[in-house]
């Protein structure tokens, strides 16, 4: 099976830096995505690891380990629109196609 | 980036009724759908795969009888919930992945609110 944890919640200044880890264990494994849902929304793609190694995109960085099965999204210069639940989500290979399995998430709060 | 569109946005149904949710691509060709529920404050579970043309396939505790999914098109999904009853209100999301490039990425529908009352 697919097992994927995540801080429950988080809380942050804004303007500051916050990093929101994930584990995972799972079989299959075909990458990594973190998604970003705000409150009655649909999840938006953030960013996809497959190989080891740190992607960055402006604000959002995000780093995985394949052989620790960890993975951390980082949120630089911290904004009050970053408040939203932050979804780690593991691609992996099962009935005949790639799926997707969701951590629970993390509530992040920005606080002024 | 990719837009896939979900119809209706909320809906309200009497118990017993049947609901039909559509799920549509609209730039691109998506070779498989995927059906999620997501339950408040809960992360979003997957509750079936769809690929244009074949049966869909349910993960376990889905009821497909219940849940019926049609993937009839390259740019169309539609699921119906059967008989609804109040525990089968929840949020309702599709997601569609293309070919290409970039095929690893699934794009998210706005979602349907589905109260059953």
Same mark, same amino acid.
């Given at each position: ?25 799972? %079989? ?32 959002? %960085? %995000? ?33 005949? %196609? ?15 | ?8 946005? *909320? ?8 609901? +039909?949710?559509?799920? *549509? ?11 999620? *529920?997501?339950?408040? +404050? ?12 074949? +049966? ?9 009888? +219940? ?34 490039? *970039? ?15």
């Amino acid at each position: 099976g697919q097992n994927i944890d995540q801080p429950t919640e988080m809380t942050a200044t804004e303007g500051a830096i916050v990093q929101i880890n994930c584990t995972y264990q799972t %079989s299959g494994f075909n990458g990594l995505f973190w998604y970003q849902q705000h409150a009655g929304e649909a999840p938006t793609f953030l960013s996809y690891n497959v190989l080891d190694g740190l992607e960055e995109k402006g604000r959002f %960085s %995000s780093f995985l380990s394949r052989s620790k099965g960890y993975s951390y999204l980082l949120l630089k210069e911290l904004q009050m629109k970053d408040s939203a639940s932050y979804l780690c989500a593991v691609r992996y290979s099962g009935a005949g %196609s790639y799926q997707l399995t969701f951590g629970k998430g993390t509530k992040l709060s920005v606080i002024p | 980036g990719a837009v896939v569109s979900q119809h209706p946005s *909320r809906v309200i149904c009497k118990s017993g009724t049947s609901v +039909k949710i559509e799920c *549509r691509s609209l730039d691109f060709q998506a070779t498989t759908m995927f059906w999620y *529920r997501q339950f408040p +404050k809960q992360s979003l579970m997957l509750m079936a795969t769809s690929n244009e043309g074949s +049966k869909a396939t349910y993960e376990q505790g889905v009821e497909k009888d +219940k849940f019926l999914i049609n993937h009839a098109s390259l740019t169309l999904s539609t699921l119906t919930v059967t008989s609804a009853h109040p525990e089968d209100s929840s949020f309702y999301i599709c997601s569609a992945r293309g070919g290409g490039e *970039r095929s690893y990425e699934q794009y998210f529908g706005p979602g349907t609110r589905l109260t059953v009352t």
